[in-house]
């Protein structure tokens, strides 16, 4: 465990995040069916991501392997080529409720709230992510998702905890 938090091991506690947060809606979807259309961010699709045929058969090979990029990258273009994001952060929040034990969903769901326009969700995913299972990776996509929302102070100070939990 870091100075910043509990380890993995621990158990979420609900307690509310530790850095401010712009005004949230209630609820996931709320903020979905609040928030006015914004273009999607672009999917980069790596070289080695599958191609899936179906959204379910996409759903199914992330389950097998939620912390592989690869094959979380493909996820992504299959539902973003549909235009079905709001479908895939419902499939990833039931998932990170069944497996509450395995971060790797929160940052999934965390980087579709992002890439769907939601930032302020993808916000509180990140910080869920950074509490359970801290990496430099997720401190610096949340500084960028903070920029996104006009939010230098915290993406700064995002940065500074990054280097200190290094």
């Known amino acids: ?14 307690a509310a995040p530790t850095e401010p947060v712009a005004e949230v809606a209630a609820t996931p979807d709320a ?30 090979t992330l389950e097998a392997a939620p912390g592989d990029d690869s094959i979380s990258e493909g996820v992504f273009a299959v539902f973003a080529e549909s235009n079905s994001m709001r479908e ?46 801290p990496s430099p990776e997720a401190y610096e996509e949340l500084a960028q998702t903070y920029e996104d929302l006009g939010k230098e102070d915290f993406a700064k100070m995002t940065r500074r905890k990054a280097e200190r939990a290094e």
């Open 31 to 60: 903020a979905l069916e609040e928030s006015p259309p914004t273009p999607a961010a672009p999917v980069n699709l790596a070289a080695d991501a599958p191609m899936f045929a179906s959204k379910e058969e996409a759903l199914e």
């Open 1 to 14: 465990p870091s100075a910043e938090g509990p380890g993995p091991e621990s158990k979420p506690t609900g």
């Open 88 to 133: 895939l952060t419902t499939s990833l929040k039931d998932r990170s409720n069944t497996f509450p034990d395995e971060p790797a969903w929160l940052l999934l769901l965390a980087r579709a709230f992002r890439r769907s326009g939601s930032e302020t969700m993808a916000v509180i995913q990140y910080q869920k992510y950074i509490k359970a299972a």
